[in-house]
Nanobody, 126 residues
């Protein structure tokens, strides 16, 4: 499985961006897709996740109400719509995939995801 993330860029605080993650190779009807981010001088952290079946979504508290994760099965693509962006959202955003369903309590754990994209940089100016 190869993941290609795109859509990053420079945006002013309060603005919006939509990130895309295109998956190629085998995809997993029962798998999980996630977005993580790593800000300057910070460790990589969980942002959001979605079951490939689309049955449930999960968000970090810091992005709830502002970010929306979705997927388009026909295109093997997962999106992260980011609204009301803040300077603290500045980070390299990575998409990740797991070939199996991850239980809710483990969905934010990076080691649950087997495949990672290359990252796309989001910069939010104040």
């Amino acid at each position: 499985v190869q993941l290609q993330a795109s859509g990053g860029g420079l945006v002013q605080a309060g603005g919006s961006l939509r990130l895309s993650c295109a998956a190629s190779g085998p995809t997993f009807s029962s798998g999980t897709m996630g977005w993580f981010r790593q800000g300057p001088g910070k460790e990589r952290e969980f942002v959001a996740a979605i079951r490939w079946s689309g049955t449930s979504t999960h968000y970090a508290d810091s992005v709830k109400g502002r970010f929306t994760i979705s997927r388009e099965s026909a295109k093997n693509t997962v999106y992260l719509q980011m609204n009301s962006l803040k300077p603290e959202d500045t980070a390299v955003y990575y998409c990740a995939a797991a070939p199996k369903r991850i239980i809710n309590t483990a969905i934010s754990i990076q080691t649950q995801y087997h495949y990672w994209g290359q990252g796309t940089l989001v910069t939010v100016s104040s």
